[in-house]
């Protein structure tokens, strides 16, 4: 059974390899059409996000699964980046688990609405996030490749501002 935890900066090299790995596999759907940035992620930018952002891991006997990350963009909207379980163990429940330990966070903290972005491309994401009851928002093409900005509204009748999501 996987625990979930905040991270700390001796994860960063784990989180980094299960990153790269993971996006990896984004970057092969993508069939050349733009480079992942993920991909160029270093352990020094990994120890920033924990220091300063919100980074959980899923984690078994000490090796870590799976790694989640977001930041609170506003009062009304937090964004989940990074979101990545490594491949041997996809479709285990622990992505899900990752997911659902973040949007229990921002309820907690009374945030209406949770959004990120993917691949509109990428089927298999596409179908996880409508399955977890987010829905497409809209679309662009500044990293080189359509995304998708997928928003979950976690709080009913409460108001969001989307816009700050528009940066990311």
Request: a positive charge; one cysteine or more; charged letters at 20%.
């Amino acid at each position: 059974m996987h625990a979930i935890r905040p991270a700390c900066t001796a994860d960063a090299g784990a989180i980094k390899d299960i990153t790269h790995a993971a996006f990896k596999l984004y970057q092969d759907e993508l069939a050349g059409a733009a480079t992942v940035t993920a991909l160029r992620e270093s352990t020094i930018d990994i120890v920033d996000d924990i220091l300063h952002r919100k980074v959980f891991i899923a984690e078994e006997n000490s090796r870590i699964l799976g790694a989640i990350r977001y930041v609170q963009l506003s009062a009304d909207l937090a964004y989940i980046y990074r979101f990545a379980v490594a491949p041997h163990i996809s479709n285990t429940g622990v992505g899900s688990d990752l997911l659902e330990y973040v949007l229990n966070e921002c309820i907690k903290l009374g945030i209406p609405a949770v959004c990120l972005h993917t691949n509109s491309k990428y089927y298999k994401l596409a179908r996880y996030y409508y399955g977890k009851q987010f829905f497409v928002h809209s679309t662009d093409n500044s990293k080189g490749y359509i995304r998708a900005l997928f928003v979950k509204e976690l709080l009913k009748n409460a108001p969001y501002d989307i816009s700050p999501a528009f940066l990311k």
